[in-house]
């Protein structure tokens, strides 16, 4: 069955330090994976999605099919990065989405 | 463009009863989804209306159904409401193609008592 994990449920972090949010799927086929995050008192948003390869507000998350892991990194966190991250799947060809149960990233000053 | 809305937001019903919400995609859009979103379970996946027909469906009981207008509009329907239906349920919207991007909208909270 598809399945995303992520392990850490609050990630505290110092503002300039790297960050890590851990993201691991299980599906046998080709994936579809997304970063979305939730700021305070936000909607839901999309983050970046792999297809796309894109580095947004410094973000990047590379696929590792290998490990089956999708994590996401920026090399110096800031404080308005705090937020509600949520890792995401897709295994149809349309819009069926598996989403792990989030991370919140605490940035401290 | 406007946003996904999402009406009402805020609901409080009675075990057995039942519930009707409502989400208005971004125009254009024609793919509707539905989550329920709870502390323990997180963000589920109920189901996705596209052209007013079921394109793809969660693992959720037929207690929950949906709809969608010819306006792209859709309602999701909780009918005998149990304690366990108290969550968020949010409604997002994508044009309709094969695996898009997500646009939420702010949620309805049910709270079931």
């Known amino acids: 069955a598809q399945r995303v994990t992520q392990p850490e449920k609050l990630l505290s972090v110092f503002k300039g330090a790297p960050v890590e949010l851990k993201c691991n799927y299980s599906?046998?086929?080709?994936?579809?994976l997304f970063w979305y995050v939730q700021y305070s008192r936000q909607r839901l948003q999309l983050l970046l999605r792999?297809?796309s390869r894109e580095s947004i507000k410094g973000f990047t998350a590379d696929l590792n099919k290998g490990e089956t892991s999708f994590h996401l990194k920026k090399p110096f966190a800031q404080e308005e990065d705090s937020a509600m991250y949520y890792c995401?799947?897709?295994?149809?060809?349309?819009?069926?989405?598996?989403f792990g149960s989030g991370t919140k990233l605490n940035v401290k000053p | 463009k406007a946003g996904v809305t999402q009406t009402p937001r805020y609901l409080i019903k009675t075990r057995g009863q039942q519930v009707t919400l409502s989400c208005s995609p971004i125009?254009?859009?024609?793919?509707v989804s539905w989550y329920q979103q709870t502390p323990g379970q997180g963000l589920q996946f109920l189901f996705e209306?596209?052209?007013?027909?079921?394109?793809n469906k969660g693992n959720f009981p037929g207690r929950f159904s949906g709809r969608q207008f010819s306006n792209s509009r859709s309602e999701m329907n909780v009918s005998t409401l149990e304690l366990g239906d108290s969550a968020l349920y949010l409604c997002?919207?994508?044009?309709?193609?094969?695996?898009?991007?997500?646009?939420f909208g702010p949620g309805t909270r049910l709270l079931v008592l």
């Open positions: 997002a919207s994508s044009p309709g193609g094969p695996v898009e991007t997500q646009y």
């Open positions: 599906y046998s086929g080709s994936p579809e």
């Open positions: 792999h297809i």
């Open positions: 995401a799947l897709s295994v149809s060809n349309f819009n069926k989405f598996y």
């Open positions: 125009s254009g859009h024609r793919s």
């Open positions: 209306y596209f052209s007013e027909t079921q394109r």
